[in-house]
């Protein structure tokens, strides 16, 4: 069985000020994780994703989340928020060993204030 | 760039009344997904499938069904609509075992 844990629902930060998004998992097998964006009125889109190799991984623009195995924990990060990034983001995981379901924590709403 | 397309934005049913979701995609993947989104619960998986005819139940299957005739369509069927299906419906698709999830835009359901 896998978890995710995102204790924040909603975050409001200043623009250009800097941003954390927290994410716990919890899982018995070896994972893979992911972060996906929801702007209002759309589907999701993934915005990065950890697989294997570095523990830091980097979106396109500017989001970087960590792989931290010991914590158990995947945090989304951006030093300087724009307010394009008013946003919904959901941290994801899947077991990496063969097919298994992917489990979605509740969201956390990032509102970027001018 | 994949494409994954719902048949409604928006829906609105009566209790009662058969319901039926459609989701397309374009991208030939071997998977495709149907959750609820609801206000402070996220994404819930309702069914799934990995290939033709296969479908496999979710975390919340009950009171919906599934339909994979084809490899790019799923449809989700509500069989007998109740108030507690109104929902954000989304559906997703993927390649390479469900690493990567290509989403639809929704359909906002409300059941009257």
């Known amino acids: 069985a896998q978890s995710v844990t995102q204790l924040d629902s909603q975050v409001p930060v200043f623009e250009e000020a800097p941003v954390e998004l927290r994410c716990n998992y919890s899982s018995s097998v070896s994972v893979y994780l992911f972060w996906y964006v929801q702007y209002p009125n759309q589907g999701l889109q993934l915005l990065l994703k950890y697989l294997s190799g570095s523990t830091l991984v980097e979106s396109i623009n500017g989001f970087e989340a960590e792989f931290n195995k010991s914590q158990t924990s995947f945090h989304l990060r951006k030093p300087s928020v724009h307010i394009s990034d008013t946003a919904e983001y959901f941290c994801?995981?899947?077991?990496?060993?063969?097919?298994?379901?992917?489990?979605f924590g509740t969201g956390t709403k990032l509102q970027v204030i001018p | 760039d994949v494409k994954v397309t719902q048949s409604s934005r928006y829906l609105v049913k009566r209790t009662g009344e058969k319901v039926f979701l459609e989701c397309v995609q374009d991208m030939d993947h071997e998977n495709m997904f149907w959750y609820r989104q609801d206000p402070g619960l996220g994404l819930r998986l309702i069914y799934f499938?990995?290939?033709?005819?296969?479908?496999e139940k979710g975390d919340i299957p009950e009171g919906y069904s599934v339909s994979r005739e084809k490899k790019e369509r799923f449809s989700l069927i509500l069989e007998s609509a109740s108030t507690n299906q109104t929902s954000m419906y989304l559906c997703?698709?993927?390649?390479?075992?469900?690493?990567?999830?290509?989403f639809g835009p929704g359909t906002r359901l409300t059941v009257t």
């Open positions: 994801a995981v899947t077991g990496s060993g063969g097919y298994q379901k992917v489990t």
């Open positions: 499938s990995y290939d033709v005819k296969m479908k």
């Open positions: 997703a698709s993927s390649s390479d075992r469900a690493y990567e999830q290509y």
